[in-house]
């Protein structure tokens, strides 16, 4: 079975441009999750999707969004880009079930500059 | 979400056990405590998870207090491989509080 895919891994921008990121869950989970990564902040909850809706949602600005379509593929955007979002975005997928286990994708290293 | 304690880092000499303590005293009773690692350049990998009994997988145990205010993640033998962060993480409302993680050093 194939893990969790990210695209793209790498992606420059500039500060006030937005960004789209996908991510494609394991076949057969319904939830995915996102997460930001940086050395100052660590590991932090953005938002959780379950079959198109999004179930959670973590202490981030409104430029922060995202969607999941019907094949449980979910895309992240970030609009007017600010130097501090330069991170590691992370995105989890796991099986219907409360306390499953995430497996998480190899993440996409944006960068503003 | 509840907060976790655990060190910032420590050492073990490889082939030997390895302890990983954390603290979470402020855990409801339905939040499971789950157990992640993230090694260099990856994203993180999931360890072990549990309620209250004391659980075993093919990578780890987990010992679980009976309070369930601490936990200890057991590595039986250290490996190169093992080198990473791991969190220690209490899961409520559908979602993982990661922490800053315990930097795991094995040395050869």
């Known amino acids: 079975k194939a893990g969790v895919t990210q695209t793209p891994r790498y992606l420059i921008k500039t500060r006030g441009q937005q960004v789209t990121l996908s991510c494609s869950p394991i076949s057969g989970h319904r939830s995915v999750s996102w997460y930001q990564q940086t050395p100052g902040q660590g590991l932090q909850f953005l938002f959780e999707?379950?079959?198109?809706?999004?179930?959670n949602k973590g202490n981030f600005p409104g430029r922060f969004s995202g969607r999941q379509f019907s094949n449980s593929r979910s895309e992240m955007n970030v609009s007017t880009l600010e130097l501090g979002d330069s991170a590691l975005y992370l995105c989890?997928?796991?099986?219907?079930?409360?306390?499953?286990?995430?497996?998480f994708g190899p993440g996409t290293r944006l960068t503003v500059l | 979400d509840a907060k976790t304690t655990q060190p910032n880092s420590m050492e073990s000499n490889e082939e030997e056990p390895v302890h990983l303590p954390c603290n979470h005293s402020?855990?409801?009773?339905?939040?499971?405590i789950h157990w992640y690692r993230q090694l260099p350049s990856q994203g993180p990998e999931y360890v072990i998870h549990?309620?209250?009994s004391n659980v075993n997988n093919r990578m780890a145990s987990l010992a679980i207090a009976e309070d369930r205010k601490s936990s200890t993640l057991i590595l039986h033998r250290a490996t190169l491989r093992d080198a990473a962060v791991y969190y220690c993480?209490?899961?409520?409302?559908?979602?993982?509080?990661f922490g800053k993680g315990n930097q795991v050093v094995v040395i050869p």
């Open positions: 989890a997928s796991r099986a219907s079930g409360t306390y499953n286990e995430q497996f």
């Open positions: 993480i209490t899961y409520g409302n559908n979602r993982l509080a």
């Open positions: 549990g309620l209250t």
């Open positions: 999707y379950f079959s198109e809706t999004q179930r």
């Open positions: 402020t855990i409801s009773g339905t939040d499971y």
